[in-house]
C-alpha cells in the first residue's frame, strides 16, 4: 500500500477533483505510517507530502508535526526542523520525541535550554536513559553541575549499561566502581 501512496502523489496533480485518489480518501494514521516507511527509505520528499497531508486532515495531532521536523533535521533545516517540534508541542505538551529533538538541536546553541528540556523529559518519563545521558554530558559542560552530571550519568548507566561506552573516560571514572563495568571486585 505505501507503494500505492507513494505513486500517487507524483499523479495526484493531474486527476480531476471528481476523481478519488488513495491519499484523499486516506486517513490521518494511514498517512503518516507511510510516511514514516519513506522516511525509513529515504525517500524524504515524498514522506515530507504525506506528513503535510496529514497535518491538514488534522492539526490538533502531533505525531506528523514531529515527523515533519525530522525530515527537516535530517536535511540540516533546523530551524524548520524546530519549528515544527514547537508546532507537535502545541498539539500535545507532553509529545516526548518532540522534546527531545529539539533538545538536541537547542544543545549546541543554548546548553541551560537544553538541560531544562532534558528535565522536563526525565519528568514525563522518569527510566529514559538516553534523556539522563545527554543530560548528564551538558551537566557536565556547564559551570556547578558535574555533580548533579556524576548521578545523571550514572542513572543512564544504571538504566541502560551500554550506554557506557558513550561516556567520557573522565566522566565514566567519576561514576561508582559496578557502573564503570569494572563489577564488584573494583568496590573491595
Do not use: W
Not at 70 to 78: L, P, S
Not at 107 to 115: C, E, G, K, Q, T
Amino acid at each position: 500500500m505505501v507503494v500505492a501512496l507513494a505513486c500517487s502523489l507524483a499523479s495526484c496533480g493531474g486527476s480531476s477533483p471528481s476523481r478519488s485518489t488513495p491519499t484523499s480518501t486516506a486517513s490521518y494514521q494511514t498517512l503518516v505510517a507511510a510516511g514514516v516507511k519513506l522516511l525509513s527509505t529515504g525517500n524524504t520528499d515524498a514522506a515530507e507530502q504525506l506528513f503535510q497531508q496529514a497535518i491538514t486532515r488534522n492539526p490538533r495531532e502531533p505525531v506528523a508535526y514531529y515527523n515533519l521536523g525530522v525530515v527537516y533535521q535530517g536535511a540540516g533545516d533546523t530551524r524548520d526542523a524546530l519549528r515544527q517540534y514547537r508546532k507537535a508541542l502545541t498539539a500535545d505538551p507532553r509529545y516526548v520525541p518532540a522534546i527531545f529533538n529539539q533538545a538536541i538541536i537547542i544543545a549546541r546553541s543554548n546548553a541551560p535550554l537544553a538541560i531544562f528540556f532534558y528535565r522536563q523529559i526525565i519528568h514525563f518519563q522518569p527510566d529514559s536513559p538516553t534523556a539522563f545521558l545527554n543530560l548528564g554530558l551538558l551537566e557536565n559542560q556547564s559551570k556547578g553541575l558535574h555533580p548533579q552530571a556524576r548521578r545523571d550519568l550514572a542513572r543512564a548507566v544504571q538504566l541502560d549499561p551500554s550506554l557506557r561506552g558513550s561516556i567520557p573516560r573522565p566522566l565514566l571514572a567519576g561514576l561508582p566502581a559496578a557502573l564503570q563495568g569494572r563489577g564488584r571486585a573494583a568496590r573491595r
